[in-house]
């Protein structure tokens, strides 16, 4: 009985009694990302399982990315989120040159993530995001602020600061669709989400995001990593459009 109310039909999923119908779609939203070079070694043990490897990009060297992001016209409502993802590969997977073929596979949009926190400010959202997709989301405060010429954003969690990140706004160049991959685990076993994403106003810079850590324990995570420390690049979409289908088991 749950399962049939929780899915009414092929494709549809009941969410706090509302029908949300794959593909999500994402119409406007903006988001505020930086990306890390940190210890494979480091990142390997903050993945839930053995399916999953981080892909290195250097000898002993992963990526990590925090996105900061303003849903403004979404099939779930609009709310702030963020995002913070390794990327990854399934073990067993074709790798190519090694380092060189993880790189051009992340600059193709080739690589895939597994997103380890996922806060959002809504609860729709977040219940969503944990029974279609498995995704990691909590409901916690987020100020995402891009009124200025940086945008700033601020996580905090059970009366905690997590982090607070900022990095420079603008771009002119359009950011052509692309198909990416995500992975997550529903019920223990590893799932894969495809989605589309495009933006406009892109902007790309080397560096650029300044980062600070504040006490509570995920921020702990990040100092494994090796944060606080220069971001290796940030990047800004002032107008992004998406569109997510339902995750589907390996």
């Known amino acids: 009985m749950e399962a049939e109310l929780r899915h009414p039909r092929p494709g549809e999923y009941l969410i706090q009694g509302r029908t949300v119908t794959m593909p999500c779609v994402v119409r406007d939203a903006c988001s505020a990302t930086a990306t890390w070079l940190v210890s494979s070694r480091a990142a390997q043990a903050l993945l839930p399982g053995p399916d999953l490897e981080i892909a290195e990009i250097m000898p002993g060297r992963g990526m990590l990315s925090i996105a900061c992001i303003d849903y403004r016209d979404n099939d779930l409502g609009d709310y702030n989120e963020v995002s913070i993802a390794l990327f990854v590969r399934k073990r067993g997977d074709r790798k190519g040159v090694p380092y060189l073929g993880a790189a051009a596979d992340m600059m193709r949009g080739l690589l ?33 602020d891009t009124t200025s010429d940086r945008a700033r954003c601020i996580w905090n969690k059970d009366g905690q600061n997590v982090l607070k990140l900022s990095l420079p706004i603008g771009g002119n160049r359009d950011f052509p669709e692309q198909k990416l991959r995500t992975y997550s685990y529903i019920d223990g076993a590893l799932h894969e989400t495809q989605f589309v994403s495009s933006a406009e106003n892109l902007g790309v810079r080397m560096r650029g995001a300044e980062i600070e850590l504040g006490a509570h324990p995920i921020a702990d995570e990040l100092r494994s990593l090796g944060l606080p420390k220069p971001a290796l690049m940030s990047m800004w979409l002032g107008k992004m459009r998406g569109r997510f289908e339902a995750a589907e088991r390996c």
């Open 112 to 144: 895939p993530t597994h997103i380890i926190h996922l806060p959002v400010t809504q609860s729709l959202s977040c219940e969503a995001g944990q029974t279609i997709w498995g995704f990691p989301k909590t409901v916690d405060e987020i100020d995402f």
